[in-house]
């Protein structure tokens, strides 16, 4: 197992730079998720890792070695693609094995390691079938294993999961899961989906426009997001925002004049935003503190949950809210909900979360 540290890593096509100064440091044995929307630099700064393409500046270290100058072959990487670019004449088998043949090792060393690493994929049945004879998750999984056969100090992921339909995609976060908890490597994964990254990652780090704006586990960024992108990038669905006010009493007063029961440093009268997720309401009565009603529009049925699109005076898009599937709720039904005081967000006019003071909590 390695780790890897990257310094001030930059990198510029042209006179645009896409990557401006990324420090991180992903820990032996570590499953890291570099997560963002299209064009935030998370697949080019894997490919800076991997050696496919060069560092502008700035430093990659693998197991305490710089290998800005190391060709991709020499740096112990295992990478899998988003495509599953498998040879279509030959075998699972003759796949799994090509690149350790090319290395020139032993054929029996290649039979042991395909066998090995079929055992693990559940690919043992399909040692001897073509790529048009598999499923595209079993395709996937035969792309994987030709990495593993490599036993790589490091693998890399592209975005793997990205050309399978969605039960497919559960089928194999658990694959990978499961891969990691037996191989114990160090891992890198590129995702634009962050149910992946919430599911998989020991690590999120979320980019936007070729900066990180956070790094912390799954948990770490949604009970404690560090601004407005990773708080509406994390979790599903989108947190909700709200434009509000700091009241004289320092209480986020909303747009249509209600008062929230946390309490910030922020000066009377200073513009903030309140993000609330769409678990964190429930049902209130008339004098509730934090209380606001809202016009259902749209009802979302998922079985065990529904989500609950509401239209509430001063806020710019509608509110979406969680509740259990039992309930029945209906487009046109007037519901009041409170937010839970000990999960409500601020973020100030720069959409930087600051800290809040509840009578439930002292200090966020």
């Not at 079993?138 to 592209?158: H, S």
Request: hydrophobic residues 45%; neutral net charge; aromatic residues 4%.
């Amino acid at each position: 197992m390695v780790s890897v540290v990257l310094t001030d890593v930059r990198k510029s096509f042209g006179a645009v730079e896409v990557l401006k100064g990324i420090d991180l440091t992903v820990e032996d044995g570590e499953f890291a998720v570099f997560v963002g929307p299209s064009g935030c630099g998370k697949s080019t700064l894997l490919r800076m890792i991997c050696g496919l393409d060069e560092v502008s500046s700035g430093t990659v270290a693998i197991g305490g070695e710089v290998v800005n100058d190391v060709p991709p072959a020499q740096r112990g990487i295992a990478m899998v693609f988003q495509s599953y670019a498998l040879y279509p004449h030959m075998t699972v088998a003759e796949n799994m094995g090509y690149a350790l043949r090319l290395a020139g090792v032993d054929k029996a060393e290649i039979r042991s390691r395909v066998e090995t690493a079929a055992a693990v994929l559940r690919l043992d049945k399909l040692l001897d079938r073509k790529p048009r004879e598999l499923s595209g998750g079993q395709r996937q999984r035969v792309a994987i294993g030709r990495a593993i056969v490599r036993d790589p100090r490091l693998f890399l992921f592209d975005e793997p999961l990205s050309n399978l339909d969605a039960a497919l995609r559960v089928d194999m976060r658990a694959e990978i899961a499961s891969l990691k908890a037996r191989l114990g490597t160090t891992m890198i994964y590129v995702t634009h989906d962050q149910i992946e990254a919430m599911t998989l990652a020991d690590k999120i780090v979320v980019m936007n426009a070729g900066r990180i704006e956070q790094v912390g586990s799954p948990l770490d960024l949604y009970r404690a997001p560090a601004n407005r992108f990773v708080a509406g990038f994390i979790g599903s669905p989108r947190m909700n925002v709200l434009p509000a006010v700091v009241g004289p009493d320092r209480r986020p007063v909303l747009a249509g004049g209600t008062a929230v029961p946390v309490e910030t440093d922020l000066a009377p009268g200073t513009p903030i935003a309140l993000g609330i997720r769409a678990e964190h309401w429930s049902s209130a009565e008339d004098g509730d503190r934090g209380a606001l009603s809202g016009t259902v529009r749209v009802v979302e049925h998922l079985g065990s949950d529904v989500f609950v699109h509401l239209s509430v005076e001063g806020a710019p898009d509608p509110v979406i809210l969680r509740i259990g599937g039992e309930r029945m709720v209906r487009a046109g039904d007037i519901l009041r909900i409170a937010p839970d005081p000990l999960s409500v967000h601020v973020f100030d006019a720069a959409g930087l979360r600051v800290p809040t003071r509840s009578p439930a909590r002292s200090a966020a």
